[in-house]
């Protein structure tokens, strides 16, 4: 049957044609249309501070549980920060180690509550050791947030260094009841590059099978210099076991190379390395075996000014960056340049910073900042988690800092806000 209204039909055809011409541009518009690049919002808060003059708090970092993983009924991560009490009047005096939680987001914060299975244990020869430089992570094949950290051994409460022999040192988080397990040793082979190894302030990388890739720094019984490699472990829920380790990274100046940090950007792993001199740079394929190392620089070439501390990785599905301390930010007055901490973004194929992204994480009052951890807690935010060191220079590297620049052992969580989702998995 013919259609009984020409001018009506002559609409709806003109109406079908402006449709399809419509929803073929939106299609090409969305192809073009390119993705917004990578970027963030900083959000510093403090958790809490605890100068008292004579110790304060230190190593302060922090792992995230989440959403639906055991003893997380929230609607959010719970994130669990430890930390220890250092002694100002000597060097690396290191005290048991403190637990706080936050089950908001960061909003409040509970403890700090001191974590006796994790504190000072009596040793057969008179002396004491504790487990120190430790870093909680998530453990996605296990369900578990797992720390590992190495031991330090007093003796009169200070270090003897020749009897201070370092042990990787690992404990689980329990967040029915707050508390943090006994800690455990990790079990190594026989030789001398196992002697003395930890895995202190290390950020590590766990795969996807679970497996575990551990930076660990060592020094051979023979040696001046202490070096670097990895080795990759094993952890079901209890014990971590040594599976294998790959390539021996070493640097004769200084005290060699330590606090290493590894993470994977792309086919790539990368590691950065702590050096008196300065900060070090490397990558790998397997995560096992490294090519030769080459110095922290900017883009054009012009050293970092990296030196003397810990650098670790802010991994983004996006974009790689990098967190550190430098000189040349007017900041002489820090004890060895350690604050302000920046993050900058890095070049992956120079393995360099670029310069124009580098940006203030956590500012500077005078304190250092160089012991610091880095947790992703969602795909939406990544802290770095840092307190103010309360001594600088003068004999022997022990005197009380003068807080004149407004530090009063802060624990800063600074909030990396992410404008687009971290397709990276905490």
């Known amino acids: 049957m013919p259609f009984q209204n020409p001018a009506k039909l002559c609409l709806i055809i003109l109406w079908l044609l402006c449709l399809t011409i419509t929803t ?7 192809v073009k249309q390119p993705q917004k690049p990578l970027d963030f919002q900083i959000k510093l808060s403090t958790a809490t501070k605890g100068y008292d003059g004579k110790t304060c708090w230190v190593h302060a970092r922090a792992g995230a549980i989440p959403v ?4 997380n009924q929230l ?12 002694l100002l009047s000597g060097s690396d005096i290191f005290y048991a180690l403190n637990s706080m939680r936050t089950d908001n987001m960061g909003k409040t914060w509970h403890g700090p509550l001191e974590q006796k299975n994790l504190s000072r244990h009596n040793l057969p020869d008179g002396g004491e050791v504790v487990v120190s430089d430790f870093w909680p992570q998530w453990h996605a094949k296990s369900k578990t947030l797992l720390g590992i950290g190495h031991t330090v051994r007093y003796y009169g409460n200070r270090i003897d260094h020749k009897k201070n022999i370092r042990v990787s040192s690992y404990a689980t988080y ?7 397990s006994n800690w455990k040793s990790l079990k190594l082979p026989q030789g001398p590059e196992f002697f003395s190894s930890g895995a202190g302030s290390v950020q590590r990388y766990d795969l996807p099978n679970g497996d575990i890739l551990l930076p660990v720094y060592y020094r051979r019984p023979e040696k001046k210099f202490s070096d670097v490699m990895v080795i990759r472990c094993r952890f079901e829920g209890e014990t971590l076991k040594y599976v294998e380790h790959g390539n021996e990274l070493s640097i004769d100046i200084g005290r060699g190379f330590a606090e290493p940090s590894i993470t994977k950007f792309g086919d790539w792993f990368y590691m950065t390395l702590r050096n008196d001199k300065s900060a070090y740079v490397t990558r790998s394929k397997d ?6 190392v080459q110095q922290w620089t900017f883009e054009d070439g012009s050293e970092l000014g990296s030196y003397n501390t810990q650098a ?13 301390t430098r000189r040349g930010a007017k900041n002489d007055h820090v004890f060895r340049n350690r604050a302000p901490l920046f993050i900058g973004r890095v070049n992956p194929e120079k393995m360099a910073i670029i310069r124009s992204s580098e940006r203030i994480v956590i500012p500077e009052r005078g304190a250092r ?4 951890g880095v ?5 939406n935010e990544t802290w770095v988690i840092a307190s103010e060191w309360m001594q600088t220079h003068g004999p022997n590297y022990v005197m009380p800092v003068d807080n004149k620049y407004g530090s009063d052992n802060s624990v800063y969580v600074s909030k990396i806000l992410w404008n687009l989702p971290n397709a990276l998995k905490p």
Do not use: C
């Open 24 to 30: 073929k541009a939106d299609e090409k518009t969305s």
């Open 68 to 71: 639906g993983a055991p003893g």
């Open 75 to 86: 609607d959010n991560p719970i994130v669990v920060m430890t930390m220890q009490k250092l």
């Open 174 to 180: 329990d967040p029915k009841k707050n508390l943090w």
């Open 287 to 292: 995560g096992l075996h490294f090519a030769p």
């Open 312 to 324: 670790h990785w802010v991994t983004h599905s996006d974009g790689l960056f990098l967190v550190y």
């Open 369 to 372: 900042l160089g012991n610091f």
């Open 375 to 379: 947790v992703d807690v969602n795909a």
